[in-house]
């Protein structure tokens, strides 16, 4: 684990404000079926952090008042959460479109049999995990037999019509490197995993979305623990791209926690970092009468934000330029 102290040392980011907020995002906690290297939220099986139904009605509360368009489901398995299917069918009455950051393996758990066939009729957006396309690699940075369980998901999304331009259920993957290195151009990796998923395994996908490590929790602490840290801060602070920060997610978007507090972005949420640039106390959501009171207000950042504006820049949407 790693806290924001190191982040924080010599810290020069650009200050940024805030736009028109266009995505909720929300972790309904860090329980999960897996425990990946490169988890920047710690997750895994043993943890027991989960949303309750009461922050589940403030969220949604929230996201009818806001105007904001997209509600953005993350975790931990954001699925084996009790709220998860209740909070997926009231955000879409609403007319909110949807997204599930779903790891691929969780839908072969017992008792989610039936999540596949829930995503689709809800016209749920799948964002699922997938570092390559060969088996050896996956199972090295998310355990073992990840890579064979997450084809068979990605083939049973597939039969549902996910992946296929003409059903408009949108199946987009997410590439994080294997190393403390910055991922390759996303384009050009996106045309190698289309080929080579497609050759392979007759998979399909919309997108490919490529992610920046960042140097927290459990990454930062293997960064740590292997020497590498000042190694991987100095990388991103020397690819530093200032026209990238104009596409940066936390401009309109807010992360809430699983008790409802809020965050500038998921980042922020994992170092403890309150929303907004004042280093103030803690933030409810029924605290936030009005999302336009956030236009115009200063982030909180740190020395890990350099990973969303290095090089091509990453977000929760992929490179920005």
């Not at 009818?64 to 954001?78: E, K, W």
């Not at 009455?93 to 049999?113: K, P, S, W, Y």
């Not at 990605?154 to 997410?174: D, I, M, Q, S």
């Amino acid at each position: 684990m790693l806290d924001s102290k190191p982040l924080l040392i010599g810290m020069d980011f650009p200050v940024l404000t805030r736009r028109r907020l266009a995505t909720v995002q929300v972790n309904l906690g860090y329980r999960c079926n897996q425990s990946c290297v490169h988890c920047h939220v710690d997750a895994g099986p043993k943890r027991r952090e989960e949303m309750s139904t009461e922050t589940m009605e403030q969220v949604l509360a929230f996201v009818a008042r806001s105007g904001a368009g997209t509600l953005d489901i993350t975790g931990g398995a954001p699925e084996l959460n009790a709220v998860f299917r209740p909070l997926v069918e009231r955000a879409r009455a609403l007319g909110v479109h949807v997204m599930d950051r779903c790891n691929l393996t969780i839908l072969e758990e017992r008792g989610q049999e039936p999540l596949a066939g829930f995503l689709a009729e809800h016209r749920v957006e799948v964002i699922a995990s997938l570092p390559c396309w060969l088996g050896e690699n996956v199972d090295d940075q998310r355990g073992k037999g990840v890579f064979d369980a997450s084809i068979r998901g990605l083939k049973r999304l597939n039969a549902l019509g996910y992946g296929a331009e003409e059903t408009g259920l949108v199946l987009n993957l997410v590439y994080n490197p294997v190393d403390a290195v910055l991922p390759p151009p996303q384009c050009a990796l996106e045309v190698d995993y289309k080929r080579e998923l497609a050759a392979r395994y007759g998979i399909r996908f919309n997108r490919l979305l490529s992610l920046t490590n960042m140097p927290i929790r459990r990454f930062g602490g293997w960064l740590l623990s292997t020497g590498r840290f000042d190694g991987y801060m100095r990388l991103l602070r020397e690819a530093h791209r200032d026209e990238n920060l104009d596409a940066v997610m936390c401009r309109d978007l807010i992360s809430i926690d699983w008790q409802g507090y809020l965050y500038d972005c998921d980042f922020n949420q994992m170092l403890g970092l309150p929303l907004g640039a004042d280093g103030g106390a803690r933030r409810h959501i029924g605290e936030l009468a009005d999302a336009a009171d956030l236009t115009g207000a200063g982030i909180a950042v740190a020395g890990h934000c350099y990973g969303c504006t290095a090089g091509q820049g990453s977000s929760c949407g992929g490179a920005l330029g």
